[in-house]
């Protein structure tokens, strides 16, 4: 379900559905494909979108997604694709009954759909309608970037192989039926490009700002802040990265008294895993709304080393003015500046002394804040995706 606020995606969902909803009646089709808790909280800011139609899976695809979970599974998958171009799901029916109730007879002069995984979705609607397919992040790219982080075991490393070649072979198979492919950033425009075929445009992830930036806290404990669901490998990554080098890096430093705050799904268990017991690491698990932590935080800190497309919690800590301390993968596909809109660093040394500098030096975290918000009210705005949207 789109909404406002919670996770990169569901935010990225909400806002090209708020744009296309600004020009045009919209029939929202919501698939609850993982979690389908809150998938019936319509939130109240996307009262102009026309119909939202929440669809339960029936029984024979939470048997499919139980085999997904399986790596021996996906391979098979993997194989049977390149022989035949099936997607598993289209070769058991599902997605022809997904809404077909409700949405049966009905004809669209556009279906979008969101994300890869959702294309299959579309397909019983695209009589005499155009389809576009937002990518949100390339989703085999991502997975052989996740295969690759030091703590992966060798079999959740072949699993994530085998998704990103099931990924590319899907992406083969409907780009070729769209007409359109919605990327977050340049960088993912110029490696689609290379393949041809679908008209490729990017839509930048964006947030809204708050009117009045709130001012940098100056009192200690600083608070540097992560923000991320802990039940996604690159966030569990950041993290065990972020107390077991970058803490004790920092704690080597000569500056003011700090805390690091994790907000986000899972956070207390991670900890428990990851046997951290320093008070001044503290966990939040998921929140309602981020603001009041970033109102609270003296740095945002990005210790990414995974993922795909653009990273929405930078643009979130940028809009609120708190400067950010980024890996450059972590600020990938963004159009700012390291030194000016933020801190770059791909070590735990490089990123402990960002953050020191930062915690010692308020004037510094400020300039940075208040360039990083005036590049995210001017690039990354509702705005500027209204714009990018504008002729699709």
Not at 73 to 100: C, D, F, K, N, Q
Not at 207 to 222: D, K, T, Y
Request: aromatic share 4%; hydrophobic share 50%.
């Amino acid at each position: 379900m789109p909404g406002p606020t919670g996770k990169g995606v569901r935010m990225r969902a909400h806002a090209v559905l708020e744009a296309l909803a600004a020009l045009h009646a919209v029939t929202c089709l919501v698939v609850p494909l993982w979690d389908p808790r809150g998938a019936h909280d319509v939130p109240a800011e996307t009262s102009r979108i026309a119909e939202v139609v929440v669809a339960p899976p029936p029984a024979a695809y939470a048997v499919h997604r139980r085999l997904l979970a399986q790596a021996w599974y996906r391979r098979l998958a993997a194989r049977a694709a390149a022989r035949v171009a099936p997607w598993p799901l289209e070769s058991i029916g599902i997605p022809a009954t997904i809404g077909s109730r409700r949405l049966a007879g009905r004809r669209f002069r556009r279906v979008h759909a969101f994300r890869l995984c959702t294309a299959p979705f579309a397909a019983p609607f695209l009589v005499g309608a155009r389809l576009s397919i937002d990518l949100d992040d390339l989703e085999g790219d991502k997975q052989r970037r996740i295969a690759l982080l030091p703590a992966t075991a060798p079999a959740v490393r072949r699993a994530f192989e085998a998704d990103a070649v099931l990924s590319d072979l899907v992406l083969a198979r409907w780009r070729a039926r769209a007409d359109v492919l919605l990327v977050a950033s340049e960088q993912d425009r110029a490696r689609l490009e290379r393949a041809g075929g679908a008209r490729i445009l990017v839509a930048p992830n964006v947030v809204r700002a708050p009117a009045i930036a709130p001012p940098l806290p100056s009192a200690s404990p600083h608070r540097i802040l992560f923000v991320g669901g802990l039940d996604y490998a690159p966030n569990r990554d950041a993290v065990a990265w972020l107390v077991r080098e970058i803490v004790p890096a920092l704690a080597r430093h000569d500056a003011p008294s700090w805390e690091l705050h994790l907000v986000g799904t899972g956070g207390h268990s991670l900890l428990a895993e990851l046997g951290v017991h320093d008070a001044r690491v503290i966990a939040h698990d998921t929140v309602p709304d981020v603001t009041p932590h970033l109102a609270r935080a003296r740095a945002v800190v990005v210790p990414l080393r995974a993922g795909g497309g653009t990273r929405i919690k930078v643009l979130e800590a940028l809009a609120h003015a708190r400067p950010v301390v980024s890996t450059t993968l972590g600020a990938e596909g963004l159009e700012l500046q390291g030194g000016r809109h933020l801190l770059i660093g791909d070590d735990a040394a490089t990123i402990a002394g960002h953050l020191a500098t930062l915690l010692r030096d308020g004037d510094l975290a400020t300039r940075l804040g208040m360039a990083g918000r005036a590049r995210v009210a001017a690039a990354y705005s509702p705005e500027a995706l209204a714009r990018a949207l504008a002729d699709l």
